[in-house]
């Protein structure tokens, strides 16, 4: 299973785009990138995931590069409700095993 | 409304009790996990199932234990024999036909009395 490392911690105000990095040198060819958000005390949330490329919802952006060895999740307009933990996860979705490997995440404080 | 419930939110154990952890889903999934989260980690996976009468361990299954006798519930015990039980405790399942990614409960938070 691929590992992945992503800074501990991001600071950013209301307004501005957020974009966070993820590595991932050792993807494999069937893995998919999956962020989640996490609020304490709460499960993690589903953000976004993507193979290759760019995908866009209505939350958010995932931009992977063709060697797909890193991926940037982008957070347009973010607000004080968005300071959470984001986790970036790489793995096969196919399958019922599906196992995820969490990292401790990136920590974002939006202020006002 | 669909979801994943886990119940009860805190529990409360004496130290050589075990303890049993409810995670009911709706969404018709046919695999389940259990995860346990320690303060300012990620999340470290204890067992799953792919499908009823089946389950198999995770990373840490030590002093836990679980049973899946239907589709839609998937009970983690955790046991005495788990040293250190105080974490915070979340259900997952996920639709094995599709590449849809895992869905999450509210989570439980353990805590040793």
């Known amino acids: 299973l691929a590992k992945t490392t992503q800074p501990i911690s991001m600071d950013s105000y209301e307004g501005q785009e957020v974009n966070i990095t993820c590595s991932h040198n050792n993807i494999a060819t069937n893995d998919y990138i999956t962020w989640y958000q996490q609020f304490p005390s709460q499960g993690p949330r589903f953000i976004i995931q993507?193979?290759?490329t760019k995908v866009t919802n209505e939350v958010a952006s995932l931009f992977i590069p063709a060697d797909r060895k890193s991926s940037t999740l982008s957070l347009p307009r973010v607000s004080l409700s968005d300071t959470a933990v984001y986790y970036c996860?790489?793995?096969?979705?196919?399958?019922?095993?599906?196992?995820?490997?969490f990292g401790t995440g990136t920590l974002l404080a939006v202020q006002p | 409304d669909g979801g994943i419930t886990q119940s009860p939110k805190y529990l409360f154990r004496k130290e050589g009790q075990n303890v049993t952890l409810s995670c009911e889903q709706n969404?018709?999934?046919?695999?389940m996990y259990w995860y346990r989260q320690d303060p300012g980690q990620g999340l470290r996976l204890i067992y799953y199932?792919?499908?009823?009468?089946?389950?198999q361990k995770g990373d840490i299954a030590e002093g836990y234990s679980v049973s899946r006798e239907k589709k839609e519930s998937f009970p983690l015990t955790v046991t005495s024999a788990q040293k250190n039980p105080t974490a915070f405790y979340l259900c997952a399942s996920r639709d094995v036909m599709s590449n849809q990614p895992q869905h999450f409960g509210d989570g439980t938070r353990l805590s040793i009395l």
């Open positions: 969404l018709n999934h046919d695999a």
């Open positions: 996860l790489v793995g096969d979705p196919g399958g019922a095993t599906n196992k995820l490997i």
């Open positions: 199932s792919q499908i009823v009468n089946d389950f």
């Open positions: 993507g193979y290759k």
